[in-house]
């Protein structure tokens, strides 16, 4: 069949993808790789201290859909400084997003995490909202009935196989016994996750400074421990009743402050920093493309700034006789409590010139007529939130300014 879509990566975005395109009679065909031993890849003596590569991905139907635990959290209005539009213009995306999951957008879960308020203002209460559609089965089953989605991935998909080099007109592909297909292709959707994206534009040969850099994921910081009033609050703890709160001041980076069993644990988004990013290493996989060789680099205004929000919060504690914080890490000390995770930013951020982006405001690689990316690697700057509401949202940006 003479496609006029091919979407790489059947995970959240593509299978969203995927059924809005037939929705509008298009030609699509979705390639999915199906092979999480891809997923293997290197941290670089440089780095942070990060997850390995493949334990918060998943290749298959439904991707990391079968890891997400279902969080759907806005921006805020400042983390789309950076980006094409604003958020009052992006509202309209987020509220397709919303009814895809189920989710009321005037529903607010107001918890008081301690029963009394902060004095100040640079502590506030997370705005906080979660869908029930989680896991590969309850998602795709809201998605498609199980006789629609066999019946549409025998005609239209081709499993099994991954995307090894994107050339001018054809795709490569290849499966595990490194049989190969160059797949003939009109319109080329990237939607197969945040490192593997860029690594494919890598191992392709694109030519932009951009590509692989600006990497973020979410700073976890695991230390200090809460030492709580036993009058003031019965149970903080970090589940489905009691959410996180936000440490906002002076326009830096928001930080995610939670309390698993009395630990205390920090989230923050980062600071785009070119140092921070992928290379390819030298070393193969089975598919004979090269592994992923990964830097997470940190700059010291935000290793300040969370140094800063312990500070804050524990004269906060103390000030409102809620209680205080013990073990306040220092600077010099804070990396060994650090650990980069899940949510894979950056590496082919958006933007209008090639200078300093990989693709257009259109998700459309720079310098190609037909290649396009639809994930988090495209984000130009990151916010507190987990990404995947708005990912979700951009696929209906996407949508929307090509006219489709």
């Known amino acids: 069949m003479d496609y006029e879509y091919t979407i790489i990566g059947g995970g959240i975005v593509g299978l969203i993808l995927f059924k809005e395109l037939l929705n509008k009679n298009k030609k699509v065909c979705l390639i999915e790789s199906n092979n999480n031993d891809l997923n ?53 995306y987020y509220i397709k997003a919303a009814k895809l999951f189920n989710i009321n957008l005037e529903k607010y879960i107001d918890k008081n995490m301690f029963n009394t308020s902060f004095t100040s203002n640079i502590f506030k209460e997370s705005c906080y909202y979660s869908t029930n559609l989680v896991g590969y089965n309850t998602f795709v089953n809201h998605l498609f009935n199980t006789n ?68 973020s994921s979410h700073i976890n910081v695991s230390c200090g421990n809460w030492v709580l009033n036993k009058n003031i609050i019965k149970d903080f703890t970090h589940n489905k009743e009691t959410r996180y709160f936000l440490y906002k001041k002076n326009n830096k980076n928001i930080i995610r402050v939670l309390n698993y069993n009395n630990k205390m644990v920090l989230q923050s988004d980062q600071t785009p920093n070119i140092h921070s990013g992928i290379t390819l290493s030298e070393d193969m996989n089975t598919l004979l493309s090269k592994k992923i060789v990964l ?110």
């Open 295 to 404: 830097t997470h680099d940190i700059i010291k205004t935000d290793l300040e700034n969370i140094v800063e929000c312990y500070k804050d919060l524990n004269i906060e504690l103390i000030n409102n006789n809620i209680g205080h914080i013990e073990n306040i890490p220092t600077i010099n000390n804070l990396k060994k409590y650090i650990n980069g995770t899940s949510h894979h930013l950056g590496m082919t951020r958006m933007g209008e010139h090639k200078q300093d982006s990989v693709v257009d405001n259109m998700c459309k690689v720079h310098n190609t007529d037909n290649v396009f990316i639809l994930s988090t690697s495209v984000f130009p700057s990151y916010s507190h939130a987990q990404p995947t509401f708005t990912l979700v949202a951009l696929i209906y940006y996407f949508l929307d300014i090509h006219s489709i």
């Open 148 to 215: 629609t989605l066999r019946e549409l991935l025998n005609k239209h998909t081709i499993i099994n196989y991954t995307l090894v080099k994107i050339n001018k007109k054809t795709l490569l592909i290849k499966n595990i016994n490194n049989d190969i297909k160059n797949i003939p292709y009109k319109n080329c959707i990237l939607c197969c996750g945040g490192l593997e994206c860029p690594k494919i534009l890598l191992e392709s040969g694109f030519t932009n400074n951009n590509i692989g850099k600006y990497y």
């Open 40 to 92: 293997k890849g290197y941290i670089s003596s440089n780095s942070f201290p990060h997850d390995d590569l493949d334990k918060n991905r998943f290749r298959g139907l439904g991707g990391t859909s079968h890891k997400w635990g279902g969080g759907c959290v806005l921006f805020e209005p400042k983390d789309f400084e950076k980006w094409p539009f604003d958020y009052d213009f992006f509202m309209k």
